[in-house]
Each structure stands twice: as C-alpha cells, then as structure tokens.
C-alpha cells in the first residue's frame, strides 16, 4: 500500500507519524486468495454472457455500418462555411472548364485534392481548439468520431468529383469518363494520404495553407512547363498504381490516428496491466 | 521474447467478439481485486463470493455499454460498490436465525479460510473499519486497498471530489482514534503474564 495523505488540511490533525501508522496497520488487514476452483466457478458462470462469435466478414460489415451510421450523425455538424467552399470551388471549376473551353485536365487536377485538404480542419477541430477532452465525454469514443470524419470528408470529395466529371463528360464532347475519373482519383488519393500524414505533425491550419499553396503553384508551374500533356499521356496503369498505394497510405494514416486516440484514452488501463 | 499483454479494452473488444478466452483473462485479471473490495465490505466468506459473482454477471451484461474513455477499474468498481450497497439492503433484512443456519452448512475450504482470517490483529482492523459508516468506509477501502484516486473515487461513487475528502477525513480520524488509541492497550495485553 502506498503513502497518502487524503489531503493538506488533513495533516492539521492527522500527522504524519500517525499517517503512516494507519497505512501500516490498516496494511494488515490482508485477504488471502480465493481458491482457483472459486474463480473457475465464477468464469464458467459468465460463459453463458459472451456474445455468439461472429465471421469476420459480419463484423467487419457490422463495424462499416457503425461507422457510416456515425458519419450520418456527424455531419450535421460540420462547419457551413466547408461544405460551401467545395460547392463554390467545383462550380467555378466547372464554369471555368466549360466557359474556357480549355484546360480541362489542368482545373480538375488543381480542384480533386482540395475538398479533403479542407476537410482536414474539420477533422482535427477538436484537437486544434482544445476540446479533445470534451470530445472524449460524448456518448461516442473519439476513435469513432475521428472514422466518422474520415468517412465524411472523403465522401465529399469523391462526390464532388463525381458530379463535376459526370457535368464534364455530358458537356465537352470527346471526354471520356473513365479518364477524367483517373484524372481527378489519383491526386485525389495521393494529396490526400500526404495531407492526413503532414496534417498529424502539424496544426492542420498550417497543413491546410501548406497544401494548398504548394499544391496550386505546382499545377500552375505543370501547366507552365507544358506537362499537363506528358500526365494526360501518362499509362492507366501508373495511375492505378499510384491510387492504390495512395489508398492504402490512407487507411494506414487513419488507423494510426484513429490508435493514436484509442491509447490516449486507455492511459490507465495499460497503467493497470503493467504493460 | 515476450508477448505484450492486452488492455482491458483489448480484451473487450475480442469478448464482445464472442471470445471466451478474453472473459477468462479479464475476470482472473480482476476477481482478487473485487473479492478484496467486496470481502472487507461484507466480511462474510460466501456473501463476498456470491456478491462478486453478481459484479460480474453484471460486468458481462454491460460490457457493450462500456466506453474505452473510463478506465475500466473505475468502470468495474462502480458495478461493485453498487452490489455491495444492495447487498447491505438485503443482509441488514436478514434474520439472525439464517445467519447462523448458514455459518452451520459452511463448507471445510471456507473454515480454513476463515480460520486464517481471524487473526487478532486483523479482527481489530475489521472491526474498526466495520465501525465506519457505510460511506465512509467505501472510500477508504477505495482509497487504501485499491489505489483509486479521490477523483476516480468520487466518480465511482457518484460524488463531489470535496465530499470523498470529507469522508476520507472523517473516516481516517475515526480510525486513528480507535486503531491508535487501543495501540498501547493493546501491546499490554501482548505482555506474558506471570501466574499468582
């Protein structure tokens, strides 16, 4: 039993020496183990209230609804102000694209990324403004809500450019679909994994204005030096290939995050093991 | 090398995916520690055991209700003291006559048990602790036997922080009073006595 004392005010007229004589003697009072066979008793009785196993494939579609069925809930309240900017930022992507005439590949390169570059402030918001704590005494644990948002602004943005490369495609004739979608699914995917990762070392403020000025001056030197043609010209299967590993960077990026929060809260339960 | 152990929360995560292996691990990680709990409360053998049967009869069903926010101890002791408060309802209705009915069909192993449990010295902490109120006797057992912290004791038992202080207080100074007091009385009474 360690040292305490229940309180300053308390060694006014409990003192020390008395303390810890009544550490010591209430130390004394020692309960022997419970027979092995008491224990075994109690765990073959709580056999019974173990949930029925599931396969692997129920579960993991059980935990996809949880998430999704969070997500739902969770979107509400994001900012106005983001779900705005995605549909200003497409529509004047799409006026320019159809008004100009040209640059076609160029505006939806620029524009795939930056609804889940501008989600990133709405996915650490609580982190950024202090309120993890607060977060952490919902109903939901922060590693849902953490998925939750993952889901959520990776869902805009997937429709965003859906919806921008099906008005594309109806609009400009000789556009194909399934290279406009290549187009918009590999930066979409790479920038996105990168943002995540740079966005847990830094305030995403920072990581938000990092990428966006980077990511806009490098489109804009692109189609300065004339490469737009070259990543037009680029073979599907580079593209595949970079949005496949871009994926899986991602869903590593957000187990890590999501793990990351799991053991901020579990402080005390690896204290208790002793791991 | 060795494998990392698993954390509570681990373990209920593969319990609420039917593992029965991860209950086994979770309830002997904890049982000595609620029997403890639950044994100073009662101070009764059989009533402890059953009590702590219930906790975790109580324990399995709320599982899924569990949040990974609170550390699990907490979690789990807030189920105990809840029994042992029910428990104390129903013993105090209890007639004399069924105590000592049951103290008659005890078993061996329990006798034993009890056996090295009545060692003076321990008696005289028991009885000095039983002489406590209820409540406050729950925050020292929380606070001495199981190294729970007054804001995690304050959770547990559902008040103020400044409250299990106060009882803490009150408890300890009560004790001092008769645990130290009867300390040189006691020590007399360890003298050999020399025949007339």
Redesign the interface.
């Known amino acids: 039993?360690?040292t305490?004392n229940?309180?300053s005010?308390?060694k006014k007229?409990?003192i020390d020496t008395?303390?810890t004589?009544?550490?010591t003697?209430?130390n004394?009072?020692?309960?022997?183990?419970?027979?092995h066979q008491?224990?075994e008793?109690?765990?073959e009785?709580?056999?019974q209230?173990?949930?029925?196993?599931?396969s692997l494939w129920n579960?993991q579609a059980e935990r996809l609804a949880d998430v999704l069925s969070t997500a739902r809930q969770d979107a509400p309240f994001f900012s106005w102000g983001y779900w705005l900017a995605g549909i200003v930022l497409f529509s004047v992507g799409y006026w320019i694209i159809t008004a100009a005439d040209s640059h076609v590949y160029a505006i939806m390169l620029l524009i795939a990324p930056i609804p889940f570059i501008l989600g990133l402030l709405e996915l650490f918001k609580g982190r950024d403004t202090g309120m993890t704590e607060m977060e952490?005494?919902c109903?939901l644990?922060?590693?849902e809500v953490i998925l939750a948002r993952v889901v959520v602004i990776g869902a805009y943005g997937v429709l965003l450019n859906t919806l921008l490369s099906v008005f594309i495609y109806y609009s400009q004739p000789g556009a194909y679909l399934w290279q406009l979608t290549l187009i918009w699914l590999t930066p979409f995917t790479f920038i996105s994994a990168i943002a995540l990762y740079i966005a847990q070392k830094v305030k995403s403020g920072y990581a938000v204005a990092f990428f966006l000025v980077t990511w806009t001056a490098a489109i804009i030197l692109v189609q300065m030096a004339g490469f737009m043609v070259f990543l037009q010209t680029v073979n599907t299967w580079a593209h595949l290939l970079i949005t496949f590993f871009s994926v899986i960077v991602l869903i590593y990026e957000t187990c890590k995050m999501t793990d990351k929060y799991?053991l901020t809260?579990?402080r005390?339960?690896?204290c208790?093991?002793?791991? | 090398m060795s494998k990392?152990?698993?954390?509570?929360?681990e373990l209920i995560i593969e319990?609420?995916?039917?593992?029965?292996a991860a209950?086994?691990i979770l309830?002997?990680?904890h049982?000595?520690s609620v029997?403890?709990y639950v044994?100073?409360q009662t101070g009764d053998y059989h009533a402890a055991?059953d009590v702590?049967?219930d906790i975790?009869?109580k324990m399995?069903?709320g599982l899924s209700t569990y949040?990974?926010?609170e550390?699990?101890?907490?979690w789990l002791f807030r189920i105990a003291v809840n029994c042992c408060r029910d428990s104390f309802r129903c013993t105090s209705a209890r007639t004399a006559r069924e105590v000592e009915l049951e103290a008659n069909f005890s078993d061996g192993?329990s006798n034993i048990?009890d056996i090295?449990?009545k060692s003076t010295?321990?008696e005289h902490?028991?009885d000095a602790?039983d002489s406590l109120p209820e409540f406050q006797k729950e925050v020292?057992l929380l606070?001495?036997?199981h190294?729970l912290k007054?804001k995690e004791i304050a959770d547990i038992i559902g008040s103020g922080e400044a409250t299990v202080?106060s009882r803490?207080?009150q408890a300890?100074?009560k004790?001092?009073k008769h645990?130290?007091a009867g300390?040189g009385e006691l020590s007399e009474n360890k003298k050999p006595r020399l025949k007339p």
Do not use: C
Not at chain 1, 272 to 275: F, N, Q, R, T, V
């Open positions: 039993m360690k305490k229940p309180g005010n308390h007229i409990i008395e303390m004589r009544l550490e003697l209430l004394r009072y020692n309960i022997s183990a419970v027979p008491q224990i008793r109690t765990v009785s709580l056999r209230y173990v949930p029925k196993k599931q579960r952490m005494s109903k644990s922060l590693r799991l809260t579990e005390w339960s690896h208790e093991s002793g791991s | 990392k152990l698993q954390t509570d929360s319990i609420l995916n039917g593992s029965q209950m086994e309830v002997r990680r049982y000595e029997f403890a044994y100073r055991l702590t049967q975790f009869i399995m069903k949040r990974e926010r550390k699990f101890k907490s192993q048990w090295f449990s010295e321990r902490i028991k602790l020292v606070r001495f036997y190294d007054l202080k803490l207080y300890l100074d004790l001092k645990l130290l300390e």
